[in-house]
Each structure stands twice: as structure tokens, then as C-alpha cells.
């Protein structure tokens, strides 16, 4: 099984959003994953772009608002039976129409067993320092709300929690979810940045901000784990990386 995530940067591209938008979706379709995350889908229109390049065999999942999909948040399924849960987000400011967490359950058309998906997009710290606290503050918030919707799902086979945290590794959120809540990261040891270091200020580290973890039954093989950043004409996706991995379970 391959699972991807990717923030697709609504806000960063304006204007060519359309053409970037269809290479990453290539590059997607080319990769034959079965389960892809994407956060920043921040209107119909591009949910309309990503639904015309998609094959029919997949579902395009999200919960609807005014301007576009709750949160920004949309799943690409290859399985075809699910259902589509409540969304929460956590603020009423623009990070209202950009965040928040959004949960699927899926039946693996392989092996027929449940996977409970959830897409998170959390508070950023623009600030960079991670220690403000009005960050740590929302941290501990958007971690009960995750809490939430992974116990409420514990019966599933299995659960992937993926997208962009804006959290480093050492935080207690990232921490707390390995732990805790018993979820494999995916890309343990790499320790690699997420967050594109071309759209950083000069003073500014790029950090790893995006994961995909994971609980299974029975402990998965994880292989040919990458971070991909811009495509064959070596122009960006997004201002973060796309997390590509494969998984036996």
C-alpha cells in the first residue's frame, strides 16, 4: 500500500496554482497511491482541478462548506466502500477555512479490513520558535481533538493520522501521538526537513513539520520512504514536501 501527504500551499501560489497543482496530481497518479492526504485544498475550484485529473478509481473525500472543502482537507481513496465523519476545526480566523482534523473510515479493497484515516492540518507558529504560548496553547487543544477522533475509531483494523502538523519531532504533540496514542512515524531516523527551505527567511531552519503515522494489528513493513519537493522540471509543489511511502501490512 502507498499513502501520501501533501499541503498543497493555497495561498502561496496564486495565480499559477492550476499548473502546479496538475504536476503534483501527476506525479501522484505515476506513484499508484492508495491513500493520499491533502491539506490547503482552500476552494471548489481547485477540488475541481484535482477531480478532473484523478482516475475514476478514486474517491474524492471531504466534508463540504460555503467556500470550498472543511478545512482545506481532502482524501483520495482507491477504496470503495467509506464513510465520511464529522470535521473539527479550531479557530473562527482564516485558519478556520485552512485547518483543522477530518476523519474517514475506509473498507482496504485488498485485504477487506478498516482503516480509520485522519488529515490534520494544525495551528502554525510563524514565529517560528515553537515556544509562544499561544502555540503551546493551541498545541494542547488540537491534541485532545486528535485524541478524540483516533479513540472514537480504536475498533479500526488500522489507523493512519497524516498531514501537516506544524509541530517539530521534539514537540509533546508529535511525542505524545507516537506514545501515547501508539502510532508509528513513518519516517523515524530520516530526520529530514518537510517545509521547503526556499520559502524560509535567511534566519530560518527548515524543519521536519509533516508526518504520517501509523497503528496496525500486526507491525507493517514501512519502505521506500521519500520526501519529494519539486517535480521533473525541478519546480516546487508546494512550499512543503510531499511524503511518499510504502507500506506491507
Not at 481532502?74 to 465523519?85: N, Q
Not at 519531532?169 to 518537510?194: A, E
Request: proline letters at 4%; hydrophobic letters at 40%.
Amino acid at each position: 500500500m502507498k499513502i501520501i501527504s501533501l499541503n498543497l500551499a493555497w495561498t502561496l501560489f496564486a495565480g499559477i496554482n492550476a499548473r502546479r497543482i496538475i504536476t503534483a496530481l501527476k506525479t501522484i497518479l505515476d506513484a499508484q497511491a492508495d491513500i493520499v492526504f491533502l491539506q490547503e485544498v482552500g476552494s471548489y475550484h481547485i477540488l475541481s482541478i484535482i477531480e478532473k485529473c484523478v482516475t475514476a478509481e478514486y474517491q474524492v473525500l471531504y466534508r463540504p462548506r460555503l467556500l470550498g472543502p472543511a478545512g482545506g482537507l481532502v482524501i483520495l481513496t482507491k477504496a470503495t466502500t467509506y464513510s465520511v465523519l464529522p470535521y473539527n476545526y479550531f479557530s473562527k480566523t482564516k485558519f478556520g477555512l485552512l485547518g483543522g482534523i477530518f476523519t474517514t473510515l475506509i473498507i482496504n479493497n485488498v485485504y477487506g479490513e478498516q482503516f480509520s484515516l485522519t488529515n490534520v492540518h494544525l495551528t502554525p507558529d510563524h514565529s517560528g520558535t515553537w515556544s509562544r504560548p499561544s502555540y503551546i496553547n493551541s498545541k494542547k487543544k488540537e491534541l485532545c481533538k486528535i485524541e478524540q477522533h483516533v479513540a472514537e475509531h480504536k475498533h479500526a483494523t488500522h489507523s493512519i493520522v497524516a498531514g501537516d502538523f506544524n509541530a517539530p519531532l521534539n514537540s509533546h504533540l508529535v511525542q505524545y501521538i507516537i506514545s501515547d496514542l501508539d502510532h508509528v512515524n513513518v519516517f523515524d531516523g530520516k530526520n529530514s526537513p518537510t517545509f521547503n527551505e526556499n520559502f524560509l527567511k535567511s534566519d530560518r531552519m527548515a524543519a521536519e513539520i509533516d508526518y504520517i503515522f501509523i497503528r496496525s494489528n500486526a507491525t507493517p513493513h514501512i519502505y521506500n520512504r521519500q520526501i519529494i519537493f519539486s517535480d521533473t522540471d525541478n519546480k516546487p509543489f508546494s512550499d512543503h514536501g510531499m511524503l511518499v511511502v510504502e507500506i506491507d501490512r
